[in-house]
C-alpha cells in the first residue's frame, strides 16, 4: 500500500521547516537486533500511529529515538530539525523537543507530580535561557491545565504514578506534555488503560495539541482511532520493519484481517 502523502499544515513551526526524521533505521538490545530498518519521517502537527503485533519493534524504535540507554542504533540516522540525535543524551533530545510516554511509567516516591513538573520545564527554560517560573505561577498554570484536560485539580499534589491506576497514568504522562509544551510527542499504548469516555477525552486533547503544532508518533492496537482521532498515516510494525504504510483506510483493512498477510 502506498505510504500517504505528507500534508503540508501550516502552524506555528512551519517557517524553520522543523521535521523528525528517520533513515534506515536499526535498533539492537544487548546485541540482539529488534528494529531493522525504518525510515520515517513526521512534520508538526502530523499524527502517526504504529501499529504491528507485540515484539514487533514498535517500543525499542521509540525508546531508540528518545535516546533510552539500553538501546543502540547500529545502522542509519535519525535527525530534528536537520540536527543528529545520534550523539545526543536523552536529557539533550528533551531539550530539543522530543517527549517519550511510556507504555509502563514507573514509580518515584516522594516526588509529586507538580513539583517534577515544575522542575523538568524551569530546566528546559533555563536551557533556552528563559526566565524561571515561580511555584506559585506554576501552580496556577497547573491548575488551568488540569481544568483544561477535565482532570482533579488535586492531581498535582499526588506522588508521581504511585498508587495511580493504569488510566491515571496514562493521564498523567499526557499531563506531563502538554505541560511542557515538546515539539514531537512518542506516546507508547498511550490508550491503554482507559474506557471510552477517559480514550475520547485523552484523544481531544492530542487533537488540540496537533492543531498547535506538535507531531506525534502513536503506538496503539486498536484499529478504532480513526473515529477520535485525525490520523496522517498509519504504519504497520512486523519483524523490527514496516510491512506496511498508508492512510487511515489501512486501520479498515487491520480491523477486519489483523497484521497478517
Not at 525510515?39 to 521509540?62: A, D, F, Q, R, V
Not at 495511580?164 to 498511550?190: C, I
Not at 482521532?229 to 498509519?234: E, G, M, R, S
Request: hydrophobic residues 40%.
Amino acid at each position: 500500500m502506498e505510504l500517504m502523502k505528507k500534508n503540508t499544515l501550516k502552524n506555528r513551526y512551519s517557517r524553520t521547516a522543523r521535521v523528525l526524521v528517520l533513515r534506515n533505521v536499526h535498533v539492537s538490545i544487548e546485541g540482539r537486533e529488534i528494529v531493522a530498518g525504518v525510515t520515517l519521517s513526521i512534520s508538526p502537527g502530523e499524527i502517526h500511529l504504529l501499529m504491528g503485533p507485540n515484539g514487533s519493534g514498535k517500543s525499542t524504535l521509540l525508546h531508540a529515538v528518545a535516546g533510552h540507554p539500553r538501546t543502540t542504533v547500529t545502522k542509519g540516522s535519525m535527525t530534528l530539525d536537520g540536527i543528529s540525535l545520534s550523539k545526543r543524551e536523552p536529557h539533550e533530545r528533551a531539550r530539543a523537543g522530543l517527549f517519550l510516554g511510556f507504555q509502563q511509567p514507573v514509580d518515584i516516591p516522594g516526588v509529586t507530580i507538580g513539583s517534577f513538573l515544575r522542575t523538568v520545564q524551569n530546566t528546559l527554560r533555563t536551557a533556552d535561557h528563559k526566565t524561571t517560573i515561580s511555584p506559585t505561577a506554576f501552580a496556577a498554570q497547573l491548575k488551568e491545565v488540569l481544568v483544561h484536560m477535565g482532570m482533579d485539580e488535586r492531581f498535582g499534589g499526588r506522588t508521581l504514578n504511585e498508587r495511580l491506576s493504569g488510566g491515571e497514568k496514562k493521564r498523567g504522562e499526557l499531563l506531563q506534555m502538554v505541560v511542557l509544551e515538546p515539539r514531537y510527542a512518542l506516546l507508547d499504548e498511550f490508550d491503554s488503560g482507559l474506557d471510552v469516555d477517559a480514550m475520547r477525552q485523552v484523544a481531544h486533547i492530542i487533537s488540540e495539541q496537533s492543531k498547535k503544532g506538535i507531531g506525534f508518533l502513536l503506538v496503539s492496537h486498536n484499529p478504532k482511532l480513526n473515529d477520535m482521532l485525525p490520523i496522517t498515516a498509519v504504519h504497520v510494525m512486523g519483524k523490527g520493519t514496516f510491512e506496511a504504510s498508508g492512510g487511515p483506510e489501512l486501520l479498515v483493512t487491520i480491523a477486519k484481517k489483523g497484521f497478517g498477510p
